[in-house]
Structure formats: structure tokens, C-alpha cells
């Protein structure tokens, strides 16, 4: 019962995760394509989205982590399994910095670095799409 729970908290925050990327990249887009800065209320949701997607990263971690425990008794399982680690560590670190430049930026009163969101985002979709196939290649 318990692994069904956990099992279920991880989809859960897959969900997060994917629909915050989702989301975000397509309000940043739409605001790019219309070459149009996102005002300060737009800002304040991509903030907010921003910061559930490190949540949900860490519950993905928490939730990944105990689960490889019950199930499998640790984090030795398959080649596949340990490049979704890597790939997730990755996804993780990089939620964080995103969180912290948007953080400092918006105490400064200042906009975000455009560049650096861009590429942050761009590097956030490539890894979660790798730490999908990865998940569907180690549990085969
Ligand atoms: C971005 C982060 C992550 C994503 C998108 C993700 C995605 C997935 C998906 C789609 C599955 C279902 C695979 C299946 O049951 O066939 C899964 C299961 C699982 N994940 Fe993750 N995961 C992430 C992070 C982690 C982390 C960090 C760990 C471990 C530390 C982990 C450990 C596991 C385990 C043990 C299962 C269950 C396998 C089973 O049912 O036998 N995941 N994950």
C-alpha cells in the first residue's frame, strides 16, 4: 500500500513538473513572438510556476528516492536508470539556480536575464523528456 501512495505522490509531481514547464514556455513564447516584455503580473505567475516546478522537483527526488529503496533496496538498478539520476540531478540543480536568479533579480527590481531563462527553460524541457525515456527504458 505504502509503495502505491508513494508511486502515485511521484506521478503526481510529474504532472507538476511537466505542466509548469508547459506553461511557462508557452506564456514566455507567446510574449516573445509578440516581442513584448510579460508585465509585472505575468512575472509574478512565471515566479510562482517557477517555484512549483523546484518544489515538485523535490518531492520527485524525496518520493524517487524511497521508492528505489522499497522496491529495489537502493539506487543500484539498471545503466538506464542511473542516467535518469544524472539527468534528474541536473533538472534539480538547474530549477534552483533559475529560482535563485529570479529571486535576486526581482529583489533588485530588476527583470530576469532573458537569455538565461531562455536557455534555462530550453535545457529544463531537453532533460525531462531524457529523464522520461530514461524512466521508460529502466522499467521495462
Ligand atoms: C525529473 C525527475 C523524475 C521524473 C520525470 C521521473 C519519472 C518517472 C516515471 C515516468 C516513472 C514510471 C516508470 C514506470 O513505472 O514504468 C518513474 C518511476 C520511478 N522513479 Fe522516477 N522520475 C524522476 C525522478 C526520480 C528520482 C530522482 C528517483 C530516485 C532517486 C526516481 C526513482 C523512481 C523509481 C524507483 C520508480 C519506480 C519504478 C517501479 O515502479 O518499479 N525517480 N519515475
Redesign the pocket.
Known amino acids: 500500500m505504502i509503495i502505491i501512495i508513494i ?1 502515485f505522490i ?2 503526481l509531481a ?1 504532472v507538476f ?1 511537466g505542466g509548469v514547464l508547459v506553461g511557462s514556455g508557452l506564456i514566455q513564447s507567446v510574449y516573445n513572438k509578440e516581442n513584448k516584455v510579460p508585465d509585472i503580473t505575468i512575472s509574478k505567475i512565471l515566479k510562482i510556476l517557477g517555484f512549483i516546478g523546484l518544489v515538485s ?1 523535490i518531492v ?2 524525496i ?3 524511497i ?2 529503496n522499497l ?2 533496496g537502493g ?1 543500484v ?1 539498471n545503466s538506464a ?1 542511473t542516467f ?2 544524472v ?3 541536473f ?1 534539480l540543480i538547474l530549477s534552483f539556480f533559475l529560482n535563485l536568479h529570479v529571486y535576486n533579480s526581482s529583489k533588485k527590481n530588476l527583470p530576469p536575464n532573458k537569455k538565461i531563462v531562455k536557455i534555462s527553460t530550453m535545457s529544463a524541457r531537453t ?2 523528456i531524457v ?2 525515456i530514461s ?2 527504458v ?3
Open positions: 508511486k511521484h506521478y510529474i513538473s522537483l520527485l527526488w518520493s524517487g528516492i521508492l528505489s522496491i529495489y539506487f538498478i536508470f535518469k539520476l539527468a534528474a540531478a533538472l532533460l525531462i529523464v522520461l524512466a521508460a529502466a522499467f521495462n
